[in-house]
């Protein structure tokens, strides 16, 4: 649940920032075809041919987006890059290069940058980006990263967030809360560490939603799916701040509305006992929790029959009429009106 | 020298996450043809068509980059943006698009961010390049800004930091040290104003160097200029680090030596004075001062008479065989090894 506080610790003015950088990024290996020069220039160098590219970028702060108490620093740099290849997945584009910056204070060793390096290395590994550049500086404070993603897509299959057409089914990707839930365990965890350091706490029933929370994978074989499908969403969006906030966003770009059905949306067993044992509601996780990086699309009815029982994609409401507005239908089949609580970091800071 | 206590304060609280982002971002305006879709969706979308893509990014964080008790916002706003251009512009490229992200603790107000925002907005508008995407988060402590900045370049133009060759000449934009300088007396001022907050500075002595510490502005114009001259770089750097450090990068990457003449750095006049009257050798400040974002070249000696008598260019030295080293030429005619101070933010955290 710690730091391991006696493990070796090379202080980073030992290498310097240039020093710092080479060390960090020399085993990174360029495999994307589009990378004509990755680290190492005043900038890299890509080349795309003719296919359209999208840009997406992220900043995670220590103490507001992450805290190092359980979050393992491996896990970190692995969910730092995940962020933002959720976003390029998003526009139904393939991710094709990072640049990850970091800033970081002394109390930090050079062998937790290592590790912090080794996630996004695994990251950049798995799903096939190239990390192409990026900053080392020092924090006065805390560790900052800011991961900028680059993705490719042909022009006809771009999918933004205004598409959306009343009727669409909206539909959602794998199961949602479990990040959430997971949080809520960590930190439960934490408090008891505090109290008594030798206890040593049994996740064996949370294993599932630990991950979610410290090793969200992005859903880059949706991208896939959809096109293997031959589904072209007519928006999409992932799911970073909760259902709900999300839902609101395709429908005010879309000018349209929308019926959700509280009991279409998936939850993972695990998410549900969880709920039931912290007495929250499990809809309310799914709704507001965020951090689950699943995708949330809505598709044309015509193509329902293509979709229609994939385990990865669940129809959880349809698209409405603007005028009709935005609703939770209940499972007591009451209309509520659709809020975003989402996660607002400004309240919190 | 201050930051005005009795300005309208807005907290960030009462616009809430997506708020701020509309707010700060509903006047950037997009021109570039190759901006295809900006801020407002998961990720911006970009369209080159065969051109290759450089992509460059640098965090700046307060405390370490810049001290606002003497950084107006908006400058830091100019500023950030100017950084990652000087990049763009390094590898012979145009500047096309900049993502800026922020993160901010809420001693700020709305109307900080305003400041800084505007500063961004200006330098976008004044270099022509469109403000894509961000991130806007909270902070526990100060102020981090993140910048990504993409630029195209034919294939044929682009130019590495790699290139240099035996007897091709080192050239430099501009003057240096100019950022020491004014840093320096912005710093005593800060001494002074602590001491007595009603003294009023004189600053009219050091305009210049002020304004290169607080505005510095990135050389699109010798992109334009090397073009229109006809002369394409053998290798290209600017110049973040002070120009020992970048020469020494220019070698290292090249496999080659230099010989760079004391005699023909060039200096403002500003910076020769103001070195004398803090005591501080001017050629230092050159070599080590750094944040002067000129461009530091090597052409051709068959290009020579192209750019010979440029009052944007001076030859400052010449490359060798790698095995000669890396050398400075004084005025009295020594050969002392180059070696790069540089700075380090490591050190001083």
Redo the contacts between chains.
Sequence with gaps: MIEDKNQQRTP??A????G?IDHLTKHFEIKQAST??GI???????????K????????L?????FDLSYMPLKHLGYKAVMVNL???Y??N?NAT?V?V???V??RFPLEALEELYAGIALAAKIYGVDV????T??????L?I?V????T?E?KD?V???GAKPNDLLVVTGDLGGAYMGLQVLEREKEVFKVNPNNQPDLDLYTYIIERQLKPEARKDIVKLLKDLGVKPTS???ISDGLSSEIIHLCK?SGVGVELYENKIPLDPQVISTCEEFNIDSTTVALNGGEDYELLMTISQDDFPKIKANPHLTVIGFMTEKERGMHLVTRAETAIPLIAK????????
Tied chains: 1, 2.
């Design positions: 980073l003015s290498l310097g920032e240039f710092l004509v020069k190492g220039d005043d900038a890299a160098v890509l080349n795309f041919g003719t359209q590219i999208v840009v997406t970028t992220d900043l702060i220590e103490h507001v987006h959720s976003d390029v998003a526009m584009a290069q640049t910056s970091i800033a204070s002394n192409i550049g990026g900053d500086t020092s924090s006065t404070t805390g900052i800011s900028t993603a680059i993705g897509v022009e771009v933004y967030r205004n999409m969006i992932d770009q989402g996660w607002n970091s400004f309240e919190n800071a």
